[in-house]
């Protein structure tokens, strides 16, 4: 069974940074892109970046450049998000997600695209105060 478990999330002040980590388990993520996603009250789940198996590649939604950085550890099945300088607008339910980026062409979407990811964790709450 997958499990995708997130953790660090918290209640910061503005200007204040914090470290999500996620942890994959149950099957081989050998390849796989590893995004995080977010979701604020009564908005749409959004995309915040993603990182390639290697860690060659890296994509950031254009509100979190320069603020934020994901990193990986494969040998721990870890991803990271390090969340620098944060604003209460960054406040949402952060989600981690597992994708097969094979399936990209298939289904027509980017590392963006919450389809391309099969496995999300339950989220870990991010609360930015002004």
């Known amino acids: 069974q997958v499990h995708v478990v997130e953790s660090g999330g918290g209640l910061v002040q503005a200007g204040d940074s914090l470290r999500l980590s996620c942890t994959a388990s149950g099957r081989t993520f050998s390849g796989y892109v590893m995004g995080w996603f977010r979701q604020a009250p009564g908005k749409e789940r959004e995309f915040v970046a993603a990182?390639?198996?290697?860690?060659?590649?890296?994509y950031y939604a254009d509100s979190v450049k320069g603020r934020f950085t994901i990193s990986r550890d494969n040998a721990k099945n870890t991803v990271y998000l390090q969340m620098n300088s944060l604003k209460p607008e960054d406040t949402a339910v952060y989600y981690c997600a597992a994708g097969d980026p094979t399936r990209a062409d298939k289904i027509g979407v980017g590392v963006e695209g919450s389809d391309l990811y099969a496995y999300w964790g339950q989220g870990t709450q991010v609360t930015v105060s002004s």
């Open positions: 990182i390639s198996w290697s860690g060659g590649s890296k």
